[in-house]
């Protein structure tokens, strides 16, 4: 379904999905491994789009999304759990949105939100991550036909969230016990990036 003015639009999907297997990313050595049974996934998308102003845009997009193995997973369950049928990291809630400034008098500035919320680590849901929530802004000049300088503002909440999220079994050090547990890699800390484009 969709709805177009002369101001914005808006579109609402749902859609179903059927896959023969899943490609499953292996944390410990960045590669892929298809799983052994089939998955079914389904889900809901809204995207919206807003032109109040001449030089104003704002848009959301939100999507919420299931994806389960047709039979029980237990090669991607916790130890000791005969498993279930969650696909592992697989995203539910997401939402990107944003307002947008543009073209007044060569100024331009943006806002954006990225948000994933909590995913299934597992096959049997023991084990979940933490949802990840992240704005950064943009501002910018176009000096003039040729030149635009522009400096990024990278999550300026300055969050700890996690960028990707793995269960599995691993060693803190070569020496420790391996032990399965849920293993992250952090968001980059705020940070602020100067650039200088040229056009010719």
Excluded: C
């Excluded at 047709?70 to 990107?96: C, H, L, M, Q, R």
């Excluded at 023991?126 to 992240?134: D, G, H, K, V």
């Excluded at 501002?139 to 909440?157: C, D, H, K």
Aim: no cysteine.
């Amino acid at each position: 379904m969709s709805v177009d003015s002369q101001r914005g639009s808006n579109v609402a999907v749902v859609w179903y999905l059927h896959s023969a297997s899943e490609l499953q990313q292996s944390g410990d050595t960045g590669g892929t491994t298809a799983s052994r049974q089939p998955s079914n996934r389904y889900g809901v998308e809204w995207a919206n789009y807003y032109t109040p102003l001449e030089h104003w845009a704002f848009d959301l997009d939100m999507a919420d999304s299931r994806a389960l193995f047709t039979a029980i997973d237990g090669d991607d369950a916790a130890p000791d759990s005969p498993g279930g049928k969650w696909v592992p990291e697989a995203v539910g809630w997401v939402v990107a949105s944003g307002a947008t400034l543009h073209d007044v008098k060569g100024f331009s500035a943006s806002l954006r939100l990225r948000y994933f919320g909590p995913r299934y680590l597992t096959s049997d849901a023991i084990y979940r991550s933490t949802s990840t929530a992240l704005f950064n802004g943009e501002v910018g000049y176009r000096i003039n036909e040729t030149w635009r300088i522009s400096a990024e503002f990278l999550n300026l909440l300055n969050r700890r969230d996690h960028d990707i999220d793995y269960a599995y079994t691993s060693q803190i050090t070569p020496t420790a016990t391996p032990a399965f547990t849920n293993v992250f890699h952090p968001v980059e800390p705020f940070q602020v990036r100067i650039g200088l484009r040229g056009t010719f």
